[in-house]
């Protein structure tokens, strides 16, 4: 089984800034992309920030400027380097990561358990 573990989430006061870190592990052949998506209380779960194996960026509109997403070589830790923090930003965040078990398999799509992040104003 493949796991991703998030850690670095908390309490901070606005204008602030925290960084978050996610580890894959397991037993994979590749990992294709890797990403950071959060959910606020009663609101759907979305797209914060995506890197792909090439380099590949993509950021949500609502974080551009304030939030960089970096990957480690060989690839398999992401991490989420948040600035500017706004209470809007408190949600719980999640790492998310495409991956291939083995070299001839289909992608696999896994989660972390998420880590909170709480701005107060």
């Known amino acids: 089984q493949v796991h991703l573990v998030e850690s670095g989430g908390g309490l901070v006061q606005s204008g602030g800034s925290l960084r978050l870190s996610c580890a894959a592990s397991?037993?994979?052949?590749?990992?294709?992309?890797m990403g950071w998506y959060r959910q606020a209380p009663g609101k759907q779960r979305e797209m914060v920030a995506t890197?792909?194996?090439?380099?590949?960026?993509n950021y949500a509109d609502f974080v551009k400027g304030r939030f960089t997403i970096s990957r480690d070589i060989p690839g398999d830790t992401v991490s989420l380097q948040m600035y500017s923090l706004q209470p809007d930003d408190s949600a719980v965040y999640y790492c998310?990561?495409?991956?291939?078990?083995?070299?001839?398999?289909?992608?696999?799509?896994?989660w972390g358990k998420g880590t909170p992040v709480t701005i107060s104003s």
């Open positions: 397991g037993a994979m052949f590749s990992i294709y992309h």
């Open positions: 890197a792909t194996t090439g380099g590949t960026t």
């Open positions: 998310n990561a495409g991956v291939k078990i083995t070299r001839t398999s289909g992608g696999l799509d896994v």
